[in-house]
């Protein structure tokens, strides 16, 4: 059984760029989380999507959006990449939201 | 509000017990993890617990939280090499709040 998958695995983009992520939940789970987790510090939560739409959502500006598709995969979209947007990006999927597994995550760099 | 304080470092001897420590603010957590990252890789979920229990063990772990004083620890017994990593701890308030870790050095 596959875990959480993430793809790409690592992204170089200039300031300004758009960049979209990817992730593959788990077999059997429908709601996937994304964070951002920042060189030394703990995961920040961006947003949930759960059943096709955000149902929380963290303190990130409105240039972080996401979708999830009908088989439950999901994307994060930046747009307006910032210095300050690079970091790991994780991926955790989870049914009903309790125990949430990670994906291996996107290490995005802005230059 | 919604915090997560846990110590920076702790470094302990191969096959002695390590305690890492947390402390959460928000009192309707329902859940409280403990997630293992090693260099360079996501988070692997190790243990969790109600917020209505008190004690929680899993072979070598061993969770106990005081809701009162909203104190959670993990305790890892014969603690080994290959456990070295940084450990997270995180509330569910709905969303995952996650403390800023504690690295864990096992000496040999």
């Known amino acids: 059984d596959a875990g959480v998958t993430q793809s790409p695995t690592h992204l170089i983009k200039t300031r300004g760029q758009q960049v979209t992520l990817r992730c593959s939940p788990k077999?059997?789970?429908?709601?996937v989380s994304w964070y951002q987790q920042a060189l030394g510090q703990g995961p920040q939560f961006i947003f949930q999507?759960?059943?096709?739409?955000?149902?929380q959502r963290g303190n990130f500006p409105d240039r972080f959006s996401g979708h999830q598709f009908p088989n439950y995969s999901s994307e994060l979209n930046v747009n307006a990449l910032l210095l300050g947007d690079s970091a790991l990006y994780l991926c955790?999927?989870?049914?009903?939201?309790?125990?949430?597994?990670f994906g291996p995550g996107t290490r995005l760099t802005v230059t | 509000g919604e915090d997560v304080e846990q110590s920076l470092f702790l470094s302990v001897r191969e096959g002695d017990s390590s305690v890492i420590n947390c402390t959460y603010t928000?009192?309707?957590?329902?859940?409280l993890y403990w997630y293992k990252q090693e260099p360079g890789a996501g988070l692997q979920l190790l243990t969790y617990?109600?917020?209505?229990?008190d004690m929680k063990q899993d072979q070598r772990l061993t969770v106990l939280l005081n809701k009162k004083d909203k104190h959670l620890s993990l305790r890892i017994a014969d603690t080994q090499t290959g456990d070295s990593a940084i450990y997270f701890c995180?509330?569910?308030?709905?969303?995952?709040?996650f403390g800023q870790g504690t690295t864990l050095q096992v000496k040999p």
């Open positions: 955790a999927s989870s049914w009903t939201g309790n125990e949430q597994y």
């Open positions: 077999s059997g789970h429908d709601t």
């Open positions: 999507y759960y059943e096709e739409e955000e149902r």
């Open positions: 928000d009192s309707s957590s329902t859940y």
């Open positions: 617990i109600f917020s209505n229990m």
């Open positions: 995180a509330e569910k308030a709905g969303k995952l709040i």
